[in-house]
């Protein structure tokens, strides 16, 4: 709901009053008196299509679904002006009678007054309706505002638990490979220990003959 549209709409609902007022008083008056007091209500009148043009420009200028009810309300409002105007019209031919006036007063102005609060009733309900709608949209945007600040934050932390497994997956790649050199090492020192006890085998094998060479020729003398 705008906040524009809502000023104008007071300032119009509150001149709208005081215009029907004064078509009352002018309906009773005569001479210049009335001729005065018409011409406050012609100058009222100028006003409230103003505001009306002002409402207009500010409600074609909001979001399609706020738009589309603003415009309604205008429309109310339009009417309810023409009202106006055409109960000034009646007021200032001064082609009635006293009698006709008086008539007129008691049936035609009343129904049109009437009907005119009826209208600004309707309009005061309409306006209620909008705000509690904007009420909801304002509560539905602060939930919005919400869930995605708490999708934020939970992409964040899946960010740093990702970064953590990556590192962790770094760390175990280091490992393996450390394992993996670990295990090559000790290949080659089994195989170093193994050709080693062949070399030592083969020593104590020709030692172990040459002693008993030695002794063979020993006895032989």
Not at 82 to 99: H, P, Q, T, Y
Not at 103 to 116: F, K, N, P, Q, V
Not at 119 to 132: D, G, K, Y
Request: charged share 30%; proline share 0%.
């Amino acid at each position: 709901m705008s906040e524009v549209f809502e000023g104008y709409e007071r300032q119009y609902c509150e001149l709208s009053a005081n215009l029907s007022k004064k078509c009352t008083a002018a309906g009773a008056l005569a001479g210049e008196q009335k001729k005065q007091k018409l011409s406050d209500v012609r100058a009222g009148v100028e006003d409230a299509e103003a505001l009306i043009r002002k409402m207009d420009l500010e409600a074609r200028s909001l979001q399609p679904n706020v738009k589309a009810v603003l415009l309604a309300k205008l429309r109310e409002y339009k009417s309810d002006l023409n009202n106006l105007k055409s109960e000034v019209k009646r007021i200032a031919s001064g082609n009635l009678n006293a009698a006709a006036r008086d008539e007129l007063l008691e049936s035609g102005m009343a129904d049109t007054l009437t009907a005119s609060a009826d209208q600004r009733s309707r309009l005061m309900m309409a306006t209620e309706r909008l705000n509690q709608s904007g009420d909801r949209i304002k509560d539905s945007r602060r939930t919005m505002l919400e869930t995605e600040e708490l999708g934020v934050s939970i992409l964040q932390d899946l960010h740093s638990q990702r970064q953590a497994l990556l590192h962790a997956n770094n760390t175990l790649h280091g490992v393996d490979d450390n394992i993996g050199k670990s295990k090559k090492i000790l290949t080659a020192i089994s195989r170093r220990m193994s050709r080693n006890k062949w070399i030592i085998g083969t020593i104590i094998a020709v030692l172990i003959i040459a002693i008993a060479l030695v002794l063979y020729f020993k006895l032989a003398k």
